[in-house]
């Protein structure tokens, strides 16, 4: 039963799918029905939590790639490109007007 519980876990109830509170009245239900023990339970949820980091990251890259091809579609300046061109015209000024 311990198996099968994470499979699904695996397969349908991740971490983006339930939140943390279902997941643990699921929990609590098949501990109280004896189908799950405290330390499992506790591996359970570990797991869960490694998987959610992961799919937290993967989010977090997929949408700055995303945000990323926006911006080089908008052709917005970067703070950084604006800094180095601000320095340059900082140096062509001052050799002009020394």
Do not use: C, W, Y
Not at 22 to 35: N, S
Request: hydrophobic share 35%; net charge negative.
């Amino acid at each position: 039963m311990k198996e099968t519980f994470r499979k699904g876990v695996s397969l349908g109830l991740g971490l983006a799918a339930v939140s943390k509170e279902q997941a643990e009245k699921i929990i609590d239900e098949l501990i109280k029905k004896g189908e799950l023990s405290r330390e499992d339970s506790n591996d359970i949820f570990a797991q869960l939590r490694q998987k959610g980091e992961e799919s937290q990251g993967k989010m977090d890259e997929k949408v700055k790639q995303k945000l990323q091809a926006m911006l080089d579609d908008l052709e917005v300046v970067r703070k950084d490109d604006l800094r180095a061109l601000e320095q340059r015209l900082a140096a062509l000024e001052q050799k002009i007007h020394p």
